[in-house]
């Protein structure tokens, strides 16, 4: 299918399923509109974009859930698949394959180009505020209204040989300044801190809405060197187009609907949080973060600025994350030459479990190799990978099971994984956002980890085989059970 370019051309496929609903009542930014996100997240409801909010200029807009679980009957994965430029009904292997095959393409650079709608409206000086645009109250004890949930932040270092786009979480402080999380060992941080050691605020560009792919490449955890833009072009199969910012030397999606641009501080300054986190918990803690000044934004005309509300599975982080890390997590382990055949982060799991599934004729390929031994390999792999202070824990599974279908995989880990053996304890770097740690391991950034090895007997030493419909039965009689079903 055509892919899709820019926020707009995307809710109208969204639309054309049936999976937006347009909310024109008058809304309440402070945690009504969070309230309405969050609960169509929770019925698995249409997308809601809402065109009247309260505070906000006339015509300004804002799209929730962009890409959660999509209420399209035998679509669940549409807007995720849509976003990515597939077909909306890919399944859960079909978009991991297609994030993991783009990274064994050559990137494609992006193109600069001379204008671009969001250049409809340039605001400077003191124009250039937030107050005008909509700036909600997520969830009942944030530390303040959240403006970056879904958006890409551009920066580049200052010797100009890497370009980072990210997403991270940004809370306003008022109208001209903001502060979110900048944490190592992502590039956000790396491209900072470089700055920072100068004694110089960070140029940074912060785009919301445009390429509907772009935030879930924003937090895909790609190695160090790798730059969004060329994988986004890879993946796409062609060059994205970009647009010059008005008052720093950076390079935005020409597609985005509105661009902040400005200076991240040296310091250290901004009291950031506490905001409800894609654990499911509300956090109690803040941090100090860099403070963002804001010196220009540009829009289109009746602009769309696209939010998130984490919480419970499963929203966005669930999504995008799960997804890319999953994707990063099979190209790591098919170039190491395991018969690795996919890899899944559940989605109910809050992004705090990796499955990784093995080829049925492992053993062919690596003969001689235990169950254990194996499960040490694909461990060693991801251990080495930029995102695996995210993993706390493994599971090596036989592919006969389709882990993207909870009820199966939960049946797979229940009956597969033994009560204490056949595991891979270690300790390591961890996220202090994963709630499954002490507060002391929290705050230190280290806890334990662990790899389940579930991998089934050989048939020589034993396996049992599935009683299933679709194992238990010959071909041919589950077809002729299936063709007269409704008999």
């Known amino acids: ?43 698995v409801a249409p997308a809601p974009l809402f065109t009247n909010i309260k505070g906000t200029a006339p015509g300004y807009r804002l799209l929730g859930a962009p890409g959660a679980l999509s209420s399209a009957p035998g679509r669940p994965l549409a807007r995720i698949a849509l976003s990515v430029g597939l077909d909306s009904g890919a399944s859960a292997r079909d978009i991991v394959d297609a994030l993991a095959d783009a990274r064994t393409r050559e990137p494609v ?19 250039a505020s937030l107050d005008r645009f909509p700036t909600p109250l997520l969830h009942d004890g944030d530390g303040g209204p959240y403006v970056n949930t879904w958006g890409t932040i551009i920066a580049r270092t200052p010797d100009g040989s890497f370009t980072n786009w990210s997403i991270a979480r940004i809370m306003m402080i008022d109208g001209k300044h903001m502060t979110g999380l900048v944490l190592h060992p992502q590039h956000i941080a790396y491209v900072w801190q470089q700055w920072a050691d100068r004694g110089e605020p960070m140029p940074f560009a912060l785009v919301q809405g445009g390429e509907p792919a772009l935030p879930f490449i924003s937090g895909m955890p790609l190695p160090d060197g790798v730059e969004e833009a060329g994988y986004l072009g890879a993946l796409l199969g062609e060059p994205l187009e970009l647009v010059q910012c008005e008052t720093v030397d950076l390079q935005v999606p020409a597609s985005a609907e509105i661009v902040i641009e400005g200076h991240l501080s040296v310091e250290r300054s901004g009291v950031e949080g506490p905001m409800g986190e894609f654990a499911g918990y509300q956090p109690s803690e803040t941090s100090l973060q860099p403070v963002y000044t804001i010196e220009a934004i540009t829009h289109r005309d009746d602009p769309i600025w696209p939010t998130v509300v984490e919480g419970e599975p499963v929203d966005e982080y669930h999504t995008a994350t799960g997804l890319t890390l999953a994707a990063e997590a099979l190209t790591a382990l098919r170039s190491a030459g395991l018969p690795v055949t996919s890899a899944w982060e559940p989605f109910d799991a809050a992004s705090h479990v990796l499955v990784i599934s093995v080829a049925a004729d492992w053993r062919d390929k690596l003969p001689g190799l235990s169950t254990g031994e194996l499960t040490q390999r694909i461990t060693d792999v991801i251990d080495a990978q930029r995102f695996e202070f995210v993993v706390p824990r493994i599971f090596v599974l036989d592919d006969d099971v389709d882990t993207s279908d909870t009820g199966e995989l939960m049946w797979a880990l229940a009956t597969r994984v033994h009560p204490t053996g056949r595991r891979i304890v270690r300790e390591g770097k961890v996220l202090p956002l994963l709630s499954v740690y002490t507060p002391e391991e929290r705050h230190g950034w280290a806890g334990p980890k662990v790899t ?17 419909f679709r194992f238990a039965f010959p071909q041919e009689v589950q077809a002729r059970v299936l063709e007269h079903w409704n008999d």
Do not use: F
């Open 1 to 43: 299918m055509a892919r899709i370019k820019d926020l707009r051309a995307y809710l109208d496929a969204l639309a054309e399923l049936g999976d937006l609903h347009t909310v024109d009542r008058l809304v309440d930014p402070h945690l009504e509109l969070g309230a309405i996100i969050r609960r169509s997240y929770e019925t």
């Open 109 to 127: 650079p992006p193109v600069l180009v001379e204008s671009a709608p969001c250049k409809q409206n340039i605001l400077l000086g003191e124009d």
């Open 452 to 468: 389940y090895d579930a991998l089934l007997p050989s048939l020589e030493e034993g396996r049992e085989s599935r009683s299933s």
